[in-house]
């Protein structure tokens, strides 16, 4: 039963322009979600969190939007830059737990 | 300066033997947690500790055990009753084992990639 759901295992998007990563979850007791990233052989870093009441939450360059009656959030990078290129992890979270997605590989192309 | 410290970064061992993933924090936080992740997967939790000597179970613990005698430490003990060890094993933190709408923010280290032959 997989409670966070990524799609599309791999994104490819060209320097400078916009990463639209996409996450489906169908827990709808989480508190808030969390987006990750992974580089190969290193631990995840956090990048940005959004609370279950909110829609939208801007850090930087990185956006995310939730739609609660979709269960649907998406991460938006704008502008995309090669050092964006990781695994992106969609996290929801009540309490302790944290429930990651199984990743979504974002290769931006100088 | 401050963060989380997982050693060795690879380990091989044979099958049958019990190996111990060593993880230390000196963030001076609560809560330590460890996972899994295999090829093309996401994290699966095998235990967290909310607070020192006491740790519950996650998502996939049979065939590993824990300790927490101390703030800093959370040793993983994968043992021979675990069936695939082979993988890649996280261990994290956060400032407290989390309460209702509150962002538990959890930082992870590097990581150990543990082979069994």
């Known amino acids: 039963d997989q409670q966070v759901k990524q799609n599309s295992p791999s994104l490819s998007v060209q320097e400078g322009r916009i990463s639209i990563l996409n996450c489906d979850y169908t827990n709808s007791m989480f508190d808030y979600f969390l987006w990750y990233k992974k580089y190969p052989a290193e631990g995840p870093t956090f990048l940005i969190s959004?609370?279950?009441?909110?829609d939208k939450n801007e850090d930087g360059r990185f956006t995310v939007f939730l739609n609660k009656s979709a269960k649907h959030l998406s991460l938006h990078i704008v502008p995309s830059q090669p050092g964006d290129s990781a695994v992106y992890f969609c996290v929801g979270a009540g309490s302790y737990q944290l429930t990651f997605g199984k990743g979504t590989k974002l290769s931006v192309i100088p | 300066d401050g963060g989380i410290t997982q050693s060795p970064k690879y380990l091989f061992r044979k099958e049958g033997q019990n190996v111990t993933l060593s993880c230390e924090q000196n963030?001076?936080?609560?809560?330590m947690y460890w996972y899994r992740q295999d090829p093309g997967q996401g994290l699966r939790l095998i235990y967290y500790?909310?607070?020192?000597?006491?740790?519950q179970k996650g998502d996939i613990a049979e065939g590993y055990s824990v300790s927490r005698e101390k703030k800093e430490s959370f040793p993983l003990t994968v043992t021979s009753a675990q069936k695939n060890p082979t993988a890649f094993y996280l261990c994290a933190s956060s400032p407290s084992g989390g309460a209702p709408g509150v962002v538990n923010e959890q930082f992870f280290g590097p990581g150990t990639r543990l082979t069994v032959l």
């Open positions: 963030l001076n936080h609560d809560a």
């Open positions: 959004i609370s279950s009441i909110k």
């Open positions: 500790s909310q607070i020192v000597n006491d740790f």
